[in-house]
């Protein structure tokens, strides 16, 4: 196991309400960062956070937010979703060094928009 | 034109077969490249990373051609657990993000 965890594993929405998904890092990584994964396609970039602040963010409307608490960990915040928000939501944590740094996934967040 | 294309299958081979996968990506300023596994409903996990000289490991082949921006997995002696989605997976240098292909789904019959 790569010692990343996410919560909840499964969530059912309706269309229009606000979610917050959570995830905790690896032990000593510094960085997290979110990825949607539809049906058939593959992980798409959100967002990453480096020391509690946005390093880089994908072809992803605001209402996409995040965050990185001291310890790394990171929330993702979706507003008013849509029912195309219906995704596999990934979390990977990496300890920056360089300019790349390996990427740990974390088992992902099911989200369901009714 | 997506970033990085995979033909999707899916591949249906017996037991003991030889498998290749191919992948071509458009940021001629790529410089990090992997192939990803993913199993049904889990999360991707690092398979291996292609380096210019190609690299093996065990059954696994990777290769790289910067000329014509193609990237190969050949699996040898293919078995049952081998089943999966297998990701192509490329990164420019200064981007935060890995950007993935859509994957080639491997089903392994006996």
């Known amino acids: 196991e790569t010692g990343v965890t996410q919560s909840p594993t499964h969530l059912i929405k309706t269309r229009g309400q606000q979610v917050t998904l959570r995830c905790s890092s690896q032990?000593?990584?510094?960085?997290v960062s979110w990825y949607q994964q539809a049906l058939g396609q593959g992980p798409q970039f959100i967002f990453q956070y480096y020391r509690e602040e946005e390093n880089g963010r994908g072809n992803f409307p605001p209402r996409f937010s995040g965050l990185q608490f001291p310890n790394y960990s990171s929330e993702l915040n979706v507003n008013a979703l849509e029912l195309d928000d219906s995704a596999l939501y990934l979390c990977a944590s990496s300890l920056q060094r360089g300019d790349y740094n390996e990427q740990f996934f974390g088992p992902g967040t099911r989200l369901t928009v009714l | 034109r997506k970033e990085v294309e995979q033909d999707p299958g899916p591949f249906n081979v017996p037991e003991g077969a030889t498998v290749a996968f191919n992948c071509t990506y458009s940021n001629s300023a790529s410089q990090s490249f992997f192939w990803y596994r993913q199993d049904c409903r889990k999360e991707p996990k690092l398979l291996m990373s292609v380096y210019s000289s190609g690299n093996e490991d065990g059954r696994f082949t990777a290769q790289l051609n910067r000329a014509s921006q193609y990237i190969s997995l050949l699996i040898r002696d293919s078995k049952l657990s081998d089943s999966a989605t297998y990701l192509c997976v490329v990164k420019a240098p200064g981007r935060r993000a890995l950007t993935f292909g859509s994957g080639t789904r491997l089903q392994v019959q006996p």
């Open positions: 032990s000593g990584h510094n960085t």
